[in-house]
C-alpha cells in the first residue's frame, strides 16, 4: 500500500501513481484525495486513513470504492445511519500506543463484530495499527506495540497491517499482510541518524535553480537581511533563484550546503523569499546561469532539514505546494 498522500509528499499524486503501478494499492490522507485520484483515471484500491467524515463522503467512498479506516466510535455510528449503495472495505484502525488516532485494542473483537453487522460494510476487514516510535529502532515502544496488536487481534479473522516505512525498514515484526511505505519512496530515510544511501534509497525530487548573480563582496560586508553573514575576507558571493516561496527552509542557517554546478558550498546570509546567497569560495569558475541545488542526490533533502532544525517530510511536502498533482 504505498503512501501517496500530500500530493505524493510534493511529488504529484499522479505522477506518483504510475511511477508506483506495482504496488497493490494506494493510501492517502482523506476521502477528497482519493476522490481527485479517481478523478484522474486511477484505478488502483484507494484508501482513505482519516476515514469518513459525514454521509455525503461515506456515499461518495461507495460510489467512487474507496476503502476507508475506521478509527472512532462515530465514524462506526455514521456507518450505521447511513445505507451507501453499495458495502465498503473498512480499515479498522486500533490504538496500540500512538494516542492520536485508533480504537481502544482491548475491545478489536467488539469493534469488528459491530462493524460485520453493518450491510454498508464488507465482510474483509482488514485490522492496522499505526507505529509512534519505528524511527528509532533501539526504543522498545515499537515492540510494545507489535506485542499490544497481536494480543487484541488473536483469534480475529481479516488482514493485517502494521509497517510504515520505519516498520518496512527496521521491524520485520511488523511485516503482516499489508505494509504502507510513505517516505522512504520518495528517497528519504525515516530515520534520522542514517543516511538514505544506507538504506538503498535514492531521491526523487531535486530542488534547484539558476545562479543569477556573483559579485565580488569586500571583507566586512555583510550579506542579506539583518546583515546576520559578514565577509570574512574579499570573495565571490552567488545569488541563486531559490527562496522560502519554493519550499527551501527559511530557517536554514549560514553554512547549509548547496550544490553549485556540481561543487559543493554553503549558504552566507538569511534565506528569502525567492532567493538565496552563497559563499562561492571553492567554486571553479562560477557563472551565471550554472545550476544551484538546494536538495537532492546532494545534498540530500534529510541533511537540508537537520540543518534548518526539521524533517525532510516538511520539506518535500512543502516544495510540492506549488505542484499539481502531475508534478507539475
Known amino acids: 500500500m504505498a503512501v501517496i498522500k500530500a500530493n505524493a509528499y510534493g511529488h504529484g ?63 462506526i455510528e455514521l456507518l450505521e445511519q447511513v445505507g451507501p449503495a453499495r458495502p465498503l472495505r473498512v480499515w479498522l484502525k486500533l490504538n496500540t500506543g500512538m494516542n492520536r488516532l485508533g480504537l481502544p485494542a482491548e475491545d478489536a473483537a467488539l469493534w469488528q463484530e459491530r462493524l460485520l453487522r453493518l450491510p454498508a460494510v464488507r465482510e474483509d476487514i482488514v485490522l492496522m495499527t499505526h507505529l509512534a516510535c519505528g524511527d528509532d529502532r533501539e526504543n522498545p515502544a515499537t515492540q510494545r506495540q507489535i506485542i499490544a496488536f ?130 562561492l569560495r571553492g567554486v571553479a569558475r562560477p557563472r551565471i546561469g550554472d545550476e544551484v541545488v538546494g536538495w537532492g542526490a546532494d545534498p540530500g533533502v534529510d541533511e537540508v532539514a537537520r540543518a534548518a532544525g526539521t524533517i525532510g517530510y516538511e520539506l518535500l511536502c512543502n516544495a510540492g505546494r506549488c505542484l499539481d498533482m502531475t508534478g507539475r
Open 150 to 279: 497481536d494480543h487484541a487481534v488473536a483469534g480475529l479473522a481479516g488482514e493485517q497491517s502494521i509497517a510504515n516505512s520505519a516498520g518496512v525498514l527496521a521491524f520485520p515484526g511488523a511485516h503482516r499482510d499489508w505494509v504502507r511505505p510513505g517516505i522512504m519512496l520518495y528517497g528519504s530515510s525515516p530515520f534520522p541518524d542514517t543516511h538514505p544511501e544506507h538504506e538503498g534509497l535514492v531521491p526523487a525530487m531535486t530542488v534547484s535553480g539558476p545562479l543569477i548573480a556573483i559579485d565580488e563582496r569586500r571583507r566586512g560586508e555583510a550579506i542579506g537581511y539583518g546583515g546576520t553573514w559578514v565577509c570574512q575576507e574579499d570573495m565571490p558571493i552567488g545569488v541563486a533563484a531559490i527562496g522560502y516561496a519554493d519550499g527551501y527552509p527559511r530557517h536554514a542557517p549560514s553554512g547549509t550546503p548547496v550544490l553549485v554546478n556540481g561543487r559543493r558550498a554553503r549558504l552566507a546570509g538569511r534565506v528569502s523569499m525567492d532567493m538565496i546567497t552563497i559563499d
Open 13 to 75: 499524486a499522479l505522477t506518483a501513481a504510475s511511477a508506483l503501478s506495482a504496488a497493490d494499492g494506494f493510501a492517502v490522507a482523506n476521502i477528497a484525495e482519493a476522490a481527485c485520484l479517481r478523478d484522474g483515471g486511477v484505478s488502483h484500491p484507494l484508501l482513505a486513513l482519516q476515514g469518513c467524515r459525514d454521509a455525503a463522503e461515506v456515499e461518495l467512498a461507495a460510489a467512487q470504492d474507496i476503502w476507508i479506516a475506521v478509527q472512532r466510535p462515530d465514524q
